[in-house]
């Protein structure tokens, strides 16, 4: 299995050599810290995630590029907007995946995309209909809603903010999801129309498994505000860091615009 991907030491290496403040929301089961950063002085609060699960490790290194670029480029953030970006909430699921192919769990073999408070009954149900006893490479939600340390430590962080929108990013698809459960705000899928426009990027609505115990998912039923997973790049994963510019190039438009979302 190729081991050339974007880790946790290359997270490490980044976070040296930028110039924005940067602080650990909490700690993995492993003990690894789940880092976040923060842009802009505004008090209208976004959020940016990636990397909940482990070898969609990709969407990390997309975060941290855009985070280079908007420090290169400051005036592309409102005034009135401060950006947190956790470009890895999964960091022990990114090193396993260098060994266990497929791997998108934490390291207690829990799913953290399906460890939130939406739908995680129906999480419980689905596994069980697919043979899916307990700990697990992939789509095992434990056995509570945010019995994990990543899951607790987000839902903590957020807890503590006022976030207008949040973004979750995972690969791959070229997608994006807007709803869950029909409790979005009315206006979600035209701001989603509006993220996508000029790109390859298409708005979905998810179906079986993916509808339900998402970051994004929660986000909409906690608080009725506007949440969006975007599926990043084509083909298989792990997607090769090799795509990471073309994928950069395709999203770049979307992660833009996704910065006024925060603004309506």
Known sequence: MNNRIYGYNSLKADLKNINSEFFSIGKTHLGREIYCIKQGTGTKEILYAGAFHGMEWLTSAMLMKFIKNLENSPDLIPENLALFTIPMVNPDGVEISKFREGWQANARGVDPNHNF???????????????????????????????????????KFVKNHDFKTVFAFHSQGMEVYYNYENLEPPYSYAVAKFLTENTDYKVCTPSGFASFGGFKDWFIKEYRRMGFTVEIGLGENPLPLSDLEKVYKDTYPLLIKGLKTALI
Do not use: C, M, Q, V
């Open 117 to 155: 408070d939406a739908g995680h009954e129906n999480s419980r149900a689905f596994e069980k209909a697919h043979g899916i006893t307990g700990p697990s490479k992939t789509r095992y939600a434990g056995l509570y809603p945010f019995s994990e340390a990543e899951t607790d430590a987000l839902y």
